[in-house]
Every structure is written in C-alpha cells, then in structure tokens.
C-alpha cells in the first residue's frame, strides 16, 4: 500500500491551460482590486483577497490542464501572483493620472479666462491643445520630482511621499512607512498575492490523479468517526494488500465521534475510471478559544484497491454471503454504489425508536 504522489507529469494540455487562466485571473483581479483600490485600500487583506482570486484561476487551470508537476504549478503561480499585483498598482497610477490631470486642467482653463480678459485678441487654445499642455505639465512635474516620466514617475512619487497607514481607512493621518517601509510593504504584498496563488495551486497537487486513467480522482464520500477509529482505518488499509480482502465495512460502519467535540473525518477521493480509491483522515480537534476546529491530516491518499470500495457499504459483521436488506443484490458483477457525500455523519447503532417517543423508564409503564 502506498501514499499518492504526483508524478510530476505535463502534457500539450498543460502549459497552455495553466498560463491562459492564469493571465485572465491576474488580470481581471488585478483590474478591479486597481478600480477599489482608488476608493478603500487595507493593508495586506487586500492582498489576501486578490491572491485568492487569482489562486482560483491557477487551481481551475491546473485541474483542466491535467497539470500533475508542482514546480510548473509553483512557477505560473508567482508570476500570475506578481503580474496581478503590477497590473493593480497600474490601473492605480491611471486612476490618479487622470484625477491630477483634471486638476491640471482646471488650472489651465482658469489662466485661459485670466488672459483672455486682460487681452481681447489672446487665441483660444482647442481641447486638445489643453489636453497635450496638460500632459506635458504632468510629465514634467514627474520627471523634475523623480527623473522618470510614465509610471516609474508615478512610481518613484508613491515611495517618496510613503505610504500611511490609517485606521478606518482615512488618507490623512496615521504612520507613514517612508521610502523604504513603503517599499518593503509593496513587495511583501505582491509576494502575498504570489505566495496565496501557490497555495491554492499547491492544494491542486494534493489532489490525486489516476495516471492510469488520465484523469482526477474526486471525493466521492466522507465520513465522520472518533480520533481512535481515524487511526485504525489508516492502520487497516496500510496493511492491505491487492490480494487482501478488507475487513467488510470497514469505512460504511465507522464508530460515531465522542461526546468532546474532537473528531476525525475520512475521505475518499476515487477515480472513477478504474475505481482506484485514495483514503485521507483529518483529525479535528476543537479550537482553544471553542471558535471553530483545528484540522490535521493524519494520513493522505492512501491507495486503496477497488475491493475496499466495493465492500465499502457492507456493515460490519455481515456475512460474505447472504441477503441482508440493505446490500446490493449479489450478481455477476456487484454494482458499485457509493453513498453520497451528503451522508455526513454515519447513523449511531443502537435500537431504533420512534421520534416524539419518550424513552421507557422503570416504574413508569407506557400509557395504553
Ligand atoms: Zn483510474
């Protein structure tokens, strides 16, 4: 029995996919974290946020790339990460070369009207004459301030004016990072959105693949069990051979989780080509502050052979043969039938009893 691990494999799928949803996720949130930006910007979260986004991409790029090979994933992850970042830090420097040009403007209509009353004859510049003055005027400005025009301009001004940081997202006020701080905020900014795009690329790898089949494995059935349990599954299916029969409901009749709040749950992903089966167990353990669960994998993609899944739904202790209610009718060929991933929490054993009906205590006899 072994674990999943990618085998580092590409094809003509690969790149191609990988790279096209990668440069439409970095460029459509890079565009509009640049357009929200102009309005509310907070530190580091939005950055958070914009690598999500374009993690998304690289995920659903890699998945339908059928790309198995992490360095490939980890490499289109940081640049789609950094080109995201640079084209929101773009479409900030549009948005504030327009507003400054406005005021530019403003500026020279006001000197035209000045010159025109004091000189009848003084000629009227077009709107485009205005526009092209205007953007000399800017591009000056830049170049005297920084010594380069454009957005290295723009750029260079950013840094020497710093960036504040403020609380309640007011622009005045507040500490401000100076040249270097505001440098160092940059990069590790653009780096977050890289670093967030590879996680989400990184969990894609953790998906298995079946190689045989040139497809994913998907989760097919999740089941929650005690800590104990989680363990035993995990020691029961390492010892499997592809020759061994699996203990007959082995994943079907996990024992509930206890009253703690502590609990594992087992998930299969399975190929539903050949029916390979991959066994993950995560501890979940209630969190310190009792604010949600801690999860912790316990063990990964096991490979379990298609025997193990097909005796999945058989209870525990049922006979090999036998009709009980609830299997699959024996046939030449028994029908895989998986339980839904809906199925959640598997049924506590015990005796049943009919909602709304006390429970018997003794000395007191139901009424008739
Ligand atoms: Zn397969």
């Excluded at 930006?37 to 659903?60: C, E, N, R, S, W």
């Excluded at 020759?243 to 609990?263: F, K, M, Q, W």
Aim: aromatic fraction near 6%; charged fraction near 20%.
């Amino acid at each position: 029995m072994q674990v999943y691990q990618a085998s580092g494999n590409l094809d003509s799928r690969s790149w191609p996919a990988l790279v096209g949803f990668g440069l439409g996720g970095a460029l459509s949130v890079g565009l509009l974290a640049g357009i929200i930006t102009q309005f509310i910007d907070l530190v580091i979260v939005f950055p958070l946020a914009m690598g999500m986004g374009v993690g998304i991409a690289i995920k659903q790029g890699a998945r339908l790339g059928h790309c198995r090979n992490l360095a490939a994933v980890t490499v289109v992850a940081f640049a789609m990460g950094l080109l995201c970042y640079g084209v929101k830090l773009y479409v900030n420097y549009r948005g504030s070369r327009s507003s400054v040009m406005e005021l530019i403007k403003a500026d020279i209509h006001k000197r035209i009207a000045e010159e025109k009353k004091s000189d009848a004859s003084f000629k009227e510049p077009s709107p485009a004459d205005v526009d092209r003055i205007a953007d000399e005027v800017y591009r000056e400005v830049l170049v005297q301030k920084t010594g380069s025009s454009g957005f290295m301009g723009w750029f260079k001004m950013l840094l020497q004016s710093g960036i504040s940081l403020s609380h309640g997202g007011g622009s005045s006020g507040g500490l401000n990072l100076g040249w270097v701080g505001s440098l160092i905020l940059l990069l590790v900014e653009a780096i977050l959105v890289g670093f967030m795009a590879y996680s989400a690329g990184l969990d894609q790898m953790k998906q298995p693949y079946c190689e045989k089949c040139y497809r994913w494995a998907d989760l097919a059935w999740r089941g929650v069990t005690n800590l104990k349990t989680l363990g035993g599954v995990a020691e029961t299916v390492t010892k499997l051979t592809p020759a061994s029969e699996p203990p007959a409901g082995l994943l079907a009749a996990l024992p509930p989780a206890d009253e703690s709040g502590e609990h594992g749950r087992v998930e299969l992903r399975l190929c539903e080509g050949c029916k390979e089966g991959f066994l993950s167990g995560f501890a979940l353990t209630p969190r310190a502050d009792g604010k949600g669960l801690d999860s912790a994998a316990v063990f990964e993609n096991l490979v379990c052979p298609p025997q193990l899944i097909l005796t999945m739904r058989r209870p525990a202790g049922a006979a090999e043969t036998g009709g009980e209610s609830g299997r699959p009718p024996a046939g030449p060929t028994p029908r895989l039938n998986l339980p839904s991933m809906s199925a959640g929490r598997p049924p506590v054993p015990g005796p049943a009893r009919p909602a709304g009906t006390p429970p018997s205590r003794p000395g007191n006899p139901p009424a008739k």
